[in-house]
């Protein structure tokens, strides 16, 4: 099942902060941030396994909920190369076959 | 860090001609590779798991017969698209995990290859 994410587009000005969601109908393993530039491969960001997990790196983070439904990427003090469209890649089972299933997508632009 | 490398990076072919993929492990050995396809300002969307020795195992919807997938080695995964057509014009990516044989490798990111730019004409 595709988790469902929120917004689906967002537009920031530099420094502006921003939240994107991913939600699951069900538990969930683990949760995958990635963002894809346009005509490029997606990037990993970062990866959140244990409920009420929060984690990050400079200026974006990630969190998991208890009830390892919902994760949130949190974009801080946004800058121009944060733009792109960022994906949420899911994982069922504690398989390394298991694949991701990713979300739509929320397509990001920071102006200046 | 764990790259994988795709090729090629964009192919125009004619319709009712074949184009095969390439997606390599560089650096790490890959017992698993996942090939998606991604249409404009859409999601990626799992096309099937390729399996090192084994079969490919394909998403619901996803043609086997179309969408030939060998995995001959631990870094060599490739995708033919047999008699393409218009509609199979798409960005389809591959993807690994650096697998060891550690428990946790299923924690590990997905690697992304470039991708390629499939125009069928």
């Known amino acids: 099942q595709q988790p469902v994410q929120s917004p689906q587009a967002v537009i920031l000005r530099e420094g502006e902060d921003a939240v994107i969601n991913c939600s699951s109908s069900?538990?969930?393993?683990?949760v995958h941030w990635y963002r894809q530039k346009h005509g490029e491969a997606p990037v990993f960001l970062m990866i959140l396994l244990k409920g009420g997990e929060q984690k990050g790196h400079d200026k974006i983070s990630a969190s998991f909920n208890e009830k390892k439904q919902q994760s949130s990427l949190y974009l801080t003090a946004s800058q121009l190369s944060y733009s792109g469209t960022y994906f949420c890649?899911?994982?069922?089972?504690?398989?390394?076959?298991?694949?991701?299933?990713f979300g739509g997508g929320t397509r990001l632009m920071v102006k200046p | 860090g764990a790259v994988v490398s795709q090729h090629p990076s964009w192919v125009i072919c004619k319709s009712g001609t074949s184009v095969k993929i390439e997606c390599r492990s560089l650096?790490?050995?890959?017992?698993?590779m996942f090939w998606y396809r991604q249409f404009p300002k859409q999601s990626l969307m799992l096309m099937a798991t390729?399996?090192?020795?084994?079969?490919?195992?394909?998403e619901q919807g996803v043609e086997k017969d179309k969408f030939l997938i060998n995995h001959a080695s631990l870094t060599l995964s490739t995708l033919t698209v047999t008699s393409a057509h218009p509609e199979d014009s798409s960005f389809y990516i591959c993807s690994a995990r650096d697998w060891t044989g550690a428990i946790t490798d299923t924690n590990s990111p997905l690697h992304f290859g470039n991708g390629t730019r499939l125009t069928v004409t």
């Open positions: 650096d790490f050995q890959a017992t698993t």
């Open positions: 069900k538990a969930l393993y683990s």
């Open positions: 890649g899911t994982q069922r089972g504690f398989n390394a076959g298991n694949m991701l299933t």
């Open positions: 390729s399996n090192e020795g084994s079969k490919a195992t394909y």
